[in-house]
């Protein structure tokens, strides 16, 4: 049966050892990274030998390609993507052309990451900045206002699904705040509630529809003094499954990121118990990988019906004129290279 995890890989080939671990564990998916992609012409290869070692059709291939200083695939394996902030800049002069500006470099990145195998996009960022905060989220923001965060996230979301790639929404219910990153520790927000909701919260519910999301590594003091959202069950149940409304496919943050705290298997018990339907474990270490297989249980219920939903969605593919695509990428970027 599908366990419930998502697992990396240590490098750009797969080794006996996790071609065993991926046959045997059976995880939900697999995560992509930089150093899976030190030479793109064996990408799609190593796509390819994972799938065939887990040997089921109803498999998820992730990668975080956002663009800008987040994009795993970069030239000329795939476009140079610019930043959300870029889409941005482009809505404060003219919104409607950011609108179709960010659906349509979307669907071109959707159809780069799907020559490669890969059926999941972990964007758009859907959270909101604010004054003196991190700048781990940055120029990953589409903006400082909700309205204009949904305005382009949504078209982002909308032109991965044209090129059949699942989006998934982070890092639900909203990183914005953090004055931290939670790669290296654990934020606290200590916003009150009221004001998380009319600012925070307002992108997640607004795209509460779309079909897969991330949660944060952040404790909203006001939501949950004790634990982060992501294994807060008070937070899963009360604000990203109740408030917020979301009843896609949830999945943790990287569980081996410094913002958690424990052993690998206790921190993928714990984002499980929490509510999340499954855990995500990022940076390829072996024995990490094995802890986090022993601590999830079987897809069963809810959580196999929305991984279900959201692997239907990858044989969804909606014609478009790439080189119209490529010709607005180049606009926006100073020039790009088409790549064939």
Same mark, same amino acid.
Do not use: W
């Given at each position: 049966?599908? %366990?419930?995890?998502?697992?990396?890989?240590?490098?750009?080939?797969?080794?006996?050892?996790?071609?065993?671990?991926?046959?045997?564990?059976?995880?939900?998916?697999?995560?992509?990274?930089?150093?899976?992609?030190?030479?793109?012409?064996?990408?799609?290869?190593?796509?390819?030998?994972?799938?065939?070692?887990?040997?089921?059709?109803?498999?998820?291939?992730?990668?975080?390609?956002?663009?800008?200083?987040?994009?795993?695939?970069?030239?000329? +394996?795939?476009?140079?993507?610019?930043?959300?902030?870029?889409?941005?800049?482009?809505?404060?002069?003219?919104?409607?052309?950011?609108?179709?500006?960010?659906?349509?470099?979307?669907?071109?990145?959707?159809?780069?990451?799907? %020559?490669?195998?890969?059926?999941?996009?972990?964007?758009?960022?859907?959270?909101?900045?604010?004054?003196?905060?991190?700048?781990?989220?940055?120029?990953?923001?589409?903006?400082?206002?909700?309205?204009?965060?949904?305005?382009?996230?949504?078209?982002?979301?909308? +032109?991965?699904?044209?090129?059949?790639? @699942?989006?998934?929404?982070?890092?639900?219910?909203?990183?914005?705040?953090?004055?931290?990153?939670?790669?290296?520790?654990?934020?606290?927000?200590?916003?009150?509630?009221?004001?998380?909701?009319?600012?925070? *919260?307002?992108?997640?519910?607004?795209?509460?529809?779309?079909?897969?999301?991330? $949660?944060?590594?952040?404790? *909203?003091?006001?939501?949950?003094?004790?634990?982060?959202?992501?294994?807060?069950?008070?937070? $899963?149940?009360?604000?990203?499954?109740?408030?917020? +409304? *979301?009843?896609?496919?949830?999945?943790?943050?990287?569980?081996?990121?410094? %913002?958690?705290? +424990?052993?690998?298997?206790?921190?993928?018990?714990?984002?499980?118990?929490?509510?999340?339907? @499954?855990?995500?474990?990022?940076?390829?270490? *072996?024995?990490?990988? =094995?802890? @986090?297989?022993?601590?999830?249980?079987?897809?069963?219920?809810?959580?196999?019906?929305?991984?279900?939903?959201?692997?239907?969605?990858?044989?969804?593919? =909606?014609?478009?004129?790439?080189?119209?695509?490529?010709?607005?990428?180049?606009?926006?970027?100073?020039?790009?290279?088409?790549?064939?």
């Amino acid at each position: 049966m599908t %366990a419930a995890f998502i697992a990396g890989l240590s490098g750009p080939t797969l080794t006996d050892g996790e071609r065993d671990f991926f046959r045997a564990s059976q995880p939900a998916g697999l995560i992509l990274f930089r150093r899976n992609v030190p030479d793109h012409t064996r990408l799609a290869n190593l796509v390819a030998a994972v799938r065939d070692a887990v040997g089921r059709d109803d498999f998820l291939v992730l990668i975080d390609q956002e663009g800008g200083r987040v994009q795993r695939i970069k030239s000329p +394996g795939a476009h140079d993507l610019p930043p959300a902030s870029a889409f941005a800049s482009m809505y404060a002069e003219d919104p409607v052309r950011a609108r179709q500006a960010a659906f349509i470099v979307a669907r071109l990145a959707a159809d780069e990451l799907s %020559a490669y195998g890969i059926t999941m996009n972990c964007a758009p960022v859907l959270d909101v900045p604010v004054d003196g905060a991190h700048d781990i989220i940055g120029d990953r923001a589409y903006g400082r206002h909700p309205a204009q965060i949904i305005d382009l996230a949504r078209e982002v979301a909308a +032109g991965l699904l044209a090129g059949g790639v @699942v989006p998934v929404i982070k890092h639900i219910p909203g990183h914005g705040r953090a004055m931290s990153d939670s790669h290296f520790e654990l934020p606290l927000v200590s916003t009150v509630h009221d004001e998380l909701s009319r600012s925070d *919260f307002e992108p997640f519910k607004a795209l509460a529809h779309l079909p897969a999301a991330m $949660t944060a590594h952040v404790v *909203f003091s006001d939501l949950d003094a004790d634990n982060p959202a992501s294994t807060s069950a008070r937070v $899963t149940r009360d604000i990203i499954r109740g408030e917020i +409304g *979301f009843d896609g496919l949830l999945m943790s943050d990287d569980l081996s990121m410094k %913002a958690l705290s +424990g052993a690998m298997r206790a921190r993928a018990e714990a984002v499980i118990a929490a509510g999340s339907d @499954v855990a995500l474990h990022c940076n390829g270490d *072996f024995i990490e990988m =094995q802890q @986090v297989a022993a601590g999830v249980p079987p897809l069963s219920g809810e959580a196999a019906r929305r991984f279900a939903a959201a692997c239907a969605l990858t044989s969804e593919v =909606q014609p478009y004129d790439r080189d119209a695509a490529i010709t607005v990428l180049a606009g926006m970027i100073g020039g790009a290279t088409a790549i064939a």
